[in-house]
């Protein structure tokens, strides 16, 4: 898809630029529209200006991403992943209860990490996908049960329950992370 243009010594070049990478063991293929303005001076073309632009992704692909980055998020809580949740969870992660309590990213991973938070089910069901651009938004309902700690600060419960949730996730150069949880109960 190579198109030339030639003005006398000014020249236009558009293309599609295909990029593949491997990213976390996985093959990343980019698509780019390019155009590049080329001047002839002293018999040699040189680049003057250039610009390129990432041609969007199919939305499908995307919603396989964004499904599968939230079911490794919530089995990574179950499991007290620390380092996979880090690397899901975006710097200014909050996660929001159903109380109004926030908690933050550090908070949740020291939680998971001392054991103050501690999951033996957290499953995920009714999942649903909406992408916006570089952000998209994952609704659902989780099967759920803590381990009640004597003495905790009511953050454990014993008893089975069900949460509703709405994870947003942001793609930050190029990797989906997530930056807002809000779960709720009926």
């Known amino acids: 898809d190579i198109r030339i243009q030639q003005y006398g010594d000014t020249a236009v070049v558009a293309f ?3 990029g593949t990478t491997m990213k976390d063991g996985k093959t990343v293929v980019s698509n780019y529209l390019n155009t590049g303005t080329f001047l002839k001076r002293n018999g040699n073309w040189q680049a003057v200006s250039w610009q390129a632009t990432r041609m969007p992704r199919p939305e499908d692909e995307i919603k396989k991403e964004i499904a599968a980055a939230q079911t490794a998020f919530h089995q990574a809580m179950l499991a ?5 949740l880090e690397a899901l969870a975006d710097e200014s992660f909050i996660w929001t209860h159903r109380d109004g309590e926030q ?3 550090k908070q949740l991973l020291d939680q998971l990490g001392s054991g ?3 999951y033996t089910k957290l499953e995920t069901t009714n999942v649903t ?3 916006y651009g570089d952000t998209a938004i994952v609704r659902g309902v989780s099967p759920r049960q803590r381990i ?3 003495g905790s600060t009511g953050s454990g419960d014993a008893n089975p329950f069900t949460a509703f949730y709405t994870l947003t996730f942001v793609n930050k150069d190029g990797a989906w992370k997530a930056v807002a949880m809000h779960t709720s109960r009926p």
Request: proline share 5%.
């Open 148 to 150: 009640s700690f004597p």
């Open 16 to 18: 599609r630029l295909v």
């Open 80 to 84: 007290a992943d620390l380092k996979t």
């Open 129 to 131: 996908v909406a992408v």
């Open 116 to 118: 103050q938070l501690k």
């Open 103 to 105: 908690m933050t990213r």
